[in-house]
């Protein structure tokens, strides 16, 4: 099992921003999409964006469109969520995860994910 870790997660106060990165193995981040996802109590993890490895394209949910960024440098096998402008509803628990076969936008896709870690924004 692949390990990704997420860090850099904490509380923060609406229009502020935050960045999130997450580390694992160089063999993942030299061949694998990746992908950021969030969830909240009680609910299934929804996508957030989503990075190609060959390419760089990017790809956001509707929600964070313009305000959250995705990059990589797989030179230091890490990844990074750039959260600016952030709501109250941006609270919550953010993944990463190596994409394997599948929709870039479907959880289901990833079989390889970190352990979180929470944002939350206040009002």
């Known amino acids: 099992q692949v390990q990704l870790v997420e860090s850099g997660g904490g509380l923060v106060q609406a229009g502020g921003s935050l960045r999130l990165s997450c580390t694992g193995p160089?063999?993942?981040?030299?061949?694998?999409?990746m992908g950021w996802f969030r969830q909240t109590p009680g609910k299934e993890h929804e996508f957030v964006g989503y990075?190609?490895?060959?390419?760089?394209?990017?790809y956001y949910a509707d929600s964070v469109k313009g305000r959250f960024t995705i990059s990589r440098d797989n030179a230091k096998n890490t990844v990074y969520l750039q959260m600016n402008s952030l709501k109250p509803e941006d609270t919550a628990a953010y993944y990463c995860?190596?994409?394997?076969?599948?929709?870039?936008?479907?959880?289901?896709?990833?079989?390889?994910w970190g352990q979180g870690t929470q944002v939350t924004v206040s009002s």
């Open positions: 995860a190596a994409k394997g076969r599948g929709s870039y936008y479907e959880a289901g896709s990833y079989p390889d």
């Open positions: 160089a063999r993942i981040f030299s061949s694998y999409g």
């Open positions: 990075i190609s490895w060959s390419t760089g394209s990017t």
